[in-house]
């Protein structure tokens, strides 16, 4: 088995909590703590990638996302901190009064090519197209995909299965509830969790793609990982479990009924969610797990986004 170097940027590890909600008593992972403007999941993958884009000496980091992708705002905070200058390519319009990861992104100062929704279905292209242009100024560019899922990006949560072994007695966990955008965080959690023979399964809440397409994405990447750096580990797809259906009102928007229960939830544990990601996976996590008093066995992770509460700021206070 090779495993790959990394930064140490995050707060880790983060805290497991029991907390009751409802009377209902559940387990979750606290990833919105791994720092403050570095906060979520995101930054437990750009240890990895932003060590291999200081190997190679790069100049730039291009990554893409949506206006308030809290990769792009991880990346382009954690490469400053590095010396590293980001391009962000995202999905969306400029405005002059920029909230939550889009504020921050123009704050510290990355580069911003904003998307439509076309150009954004060739966005990896577009990135590529771009970093010839940088290269033949003698700029070395290193390419992230969105959310930073690479064989590589997914190590965060490859290794985030040795650090959660050690606070929870996993094999009572029967299994992990965690968003699911670009697929990284679900694909390092079942690749991890087959590398450590537990066998929790992996509740993937879907809150992008179409559910084939998120499967295959999470799958290709938990292989080629195990490809990659010699794992020796027996994917079992049926560990994976894909919950669909609570995006219907797309990627950054959130419904009245999801807000109620976010508004409810931080009202009652001082814990809040967003509306992209969090905000929906844990509606999945309550409807399927806390209604019927399984939150023992089931553990939510809490992968963060609190910057793009910021972006909808009407609908959080009118819920």
Same mark, same amino acid.
């Given at each position: 088995?090779?495993?790959?170097?990394?930064?140490?940027?995050?707060?880790t590890?983060?805290?497991?909590?029991?907390?009751?909600?409802?009377?209902?008593?559940?387990?979750?992972k606290?990833?919105?703590?791994?720092g403050?403007e570095?906060s979520g999941?995101?930054?437990?993958?750009l240890?990895?990638?932003?060590?291999q884009?200081k190997k190679e000496?790069?100049d730039y980091i291009?990554?893409s996302?949506g206006?308030?992708?809290?990769?792009?705002?991880?990346?382009?905070?954690c490469?400053?901190?590095?010396?590293?200058?980001t391009?962000l390519?995202?999905?969306g319009k400029?405005?002059?009064?920029?909230?939550?990861?889009?504020?921050?992104?123009?704050?510290?100062?990355?580069?911003i090519?904003?998307?439509?929704?076309?150009?954004?279905?060739?966005?990896n292209q577009l990135?590529?197209?771009?970093?010839?242009?940088?290269?033949?100024?003698?700029k070395?560019?290193y390419?992230i995909?969105?959310?930073?899922s690479?064989t590589?990006?997914?190590?965060?949560?490859?290794?985030?299965?040795e650090?959660?072994k050690?606070?929870?007695?996993?094999?009572?966990?029967?299994?992990?509830?965690?968003?699911?955008?670009?697929?990284?965080?679900?694909?390092?959690?079942?690749?991890?969790?087959?590398?450590?023979n537990?066998?929790?399964?992996?509740?993937?809440?879907n809150?992008?793609?179409p559910?084939?397409?998120?499967?295959?994405k999470?799958?290709?990447? =938990?292989?080629? %990982?195990?490809l990659?750096y010699? $794992?020796?580990i @027996?994917?079992n797809?049926?560990?994976?479990q &894909?919950?669909? !259906?609570?995006?219907?009102?797309?990627?950054?928007n959130?419904?009245a009924?999801k807000?109620k229960l976010?508004?409810?939830?931080?009202?009652?544990?001082g814990?809040i969610?967003d509306?992209?990601y969090t905000?929906? =996976?844990f509606? %999945?996590?309550y409807?399927?797990? $806390?209604?019927? @008093?399984?939150?023992?066995d089931y553990l939510? &992770?809490?992968? !963060?986004?609190l910057?793009?509460?910021?972006?909808?700021?009407?609908q959080?206070?009118s819920?």
């Open positions: 088995m090779k495993i790959p170097k990394k930064l140490f940027a995050a707060n590890p983060t805290p497991v909590q029991t907390l009751s909600y409802e009377g209902r008593k559940f387990l979750i606290r990833d919105d703590l791994t403050a570095l999941n995101k930054i437990r993958k240890e990895y990638l932003i060590y884009t000496k790069a291009f990554t996302g206006l308030q992708s809290n990769h792009a705002r991880a990346t382009a905070i490469a400053a901190r590095e010396g590293i200058k391009k390519f995202l999905w400029n405005t002059s009064s920029p909230d939550g990861n889009l504020f921050l992104d123009k704050f510290i100062g990355a580069e090519q904003y998307l439509t929704k076309k150009e954004n279905e060739n966005v990135m590529y197209s771009e970093r010839q242009k940088y290269l033949s100024k003698g070395q560019v390419v995909p969105e959310g930073g690479t590589l990006g997914i190590w965060g949560y490859i290794s985030f299965v650090e959660l050690n606070q929870i007695d996993l094999n009572k966990i029967k299994g992990i509830f965690a968003a699911c955008g670009s697929g990284g965080t679900a694909a390092g959690l079942l690749a991890g969790l087959a590398l450590h537990f066998q929790t399964k992996v509740f993937a809440v809150v992008l793609y559910e084939s397409v998120i499967r295959k999470i799958l290709n990447l =938990a292989e080629g %990982a195990a990659d010699n $794992l020796n @027996n994917l797809e049926d560990r994976l &894909i919950v669909d !259906g609570y995006s219907e009102e797309g990627y950054e959130i419904s009924d807000l976010i508004k409810d939830f931080a009202r009652s544990t814990i969610f509306p992209a905000g929906k =996976a509606t %999945a996590y409807e399927k797990i $806390l209604t019927q @008093n399984k939150g023992r939510f &992770i809490h992968t !963060g986004g910057f793009g509460v910021f972006g909808k700021k009407t959080y206070l819920a």
